[in-house]
T-cell receptor, first 113, second 115 residues
Framework: QKEVEQDPGPLSVPEGAIVSLNCTYS??????FMWYRQYSRKGPELLMYTYSSGNKEDGRFTAQVDKSSKYISLFIRDSQPSDSATYLC?????????????WGLGTSLAVNP | DTEVTQTPKHLVMGMTNKKSLKCEQHMGHRAMYWYKQKAKKPPELMFVYSYEKLSINESVPSRFSPECPNSSLLNLHLHALQPEDSALYLC??????????????FGDGTRLSIL
């Protein structure tokens, strides 16, 4: 079993739809959770960064962490064609200087006008 | 535009060549990283520098040689690469010496092709 599972898609939605992206994980010691967006031929761009459980909102984006279920989500409201990209979840331990990120495979999203 | 700048954007080299990739950040971050990314895969960690000292080497072949001249610069020296080394090479940085949980910020990478 992989440490982090993420459905690679592709996911195709119409413009204006609410998008839900998810990752599950197996290591209950993960404390920090991140969502990155990666456009074709670009580097990953940090979208959301969350510590432990709870919700975080930034504009049209909401990140949720449910540590009891080992499940994280990213919601995109009023999706736009410019949101078409690959979305990667990543997480890390709270263990001193352990900086290694554990990544999901990434979900490819297409928002159609 | 990202705050981590990588040069060159593209590089084509033969298996006997020596070349270097360069990364620069001016965010005051004290941890810097090299990653390798293949198509449709997540980034794969190669090296971590914390306060200009190499702290993590993920068993990377010696044909890849990192260097951190100062807190803003990170180089990756390449020599005698193989065709399977063709990939997107990403640099990232994070604050506070890269302590656990500090978010990493990525450059746009160097797309490397080995002939």
């Amino acid at each position: 079993q992989k440490e982090v599972e993420q459905d690679p898609g592709p996911l195709s939605v119409p413009e204006g739809a609410i998008v839900s992206l998810n990752c599950t994980y197996s290591n209950s010691a993960f404390q920090y959770f991140m969502w990155y967006r990666q456009y074709s031929r670009k580097g990953p761009e940090l979208l959301m960064y969350t510590y432990s459980s709870g919700n975080k909102e930034d504009g049209r984006f909401t990140a949720q962490v449910d540590k009891s279920s080992k499940y994280i989500s990213l919601f995109i409201r009023d999706s736009q064609p410019s949101d078409s990209a690959t979305y990667l979840c990543a997480m890390s331990l709270n263990a001193g200087n352990n900086r290694k990120l554990i990544w999901g495979l990434g979900t490819s999203l297409a928002v159609n006008p | 535009d990202t705050e981590v700048t990588q040069t060159p954007k593209h590089l084509v080299m033969g298996m006997t060549n020596k070349k270097s990739l360069k990364c620069e950040q001016h965010m005051g971050h004290r941890a810097m990283y090299w990653y390798k990314q293949k198509a449709k895969k997540p980034p794969e960690l190669m090296f971590v520098y914390s306060y200009e000292k190499l702290s993590i080497n993920e068993s990377v072949p010696s044909r890849f040689s990192p260097e951190c001249p100062n807190s803003s610069l990170l180089n990756l020296h390449l020599h005698a690469l193989q065709p399977e080394d063709s990939a997107l090479y990403l640099c990232a940085s994070s604050p506070m010496g890269g302590a656990a949980g500090q978010p990493q910020h990525f450059g746009d990478g160097t797309r490397l092709s080995i002939l």
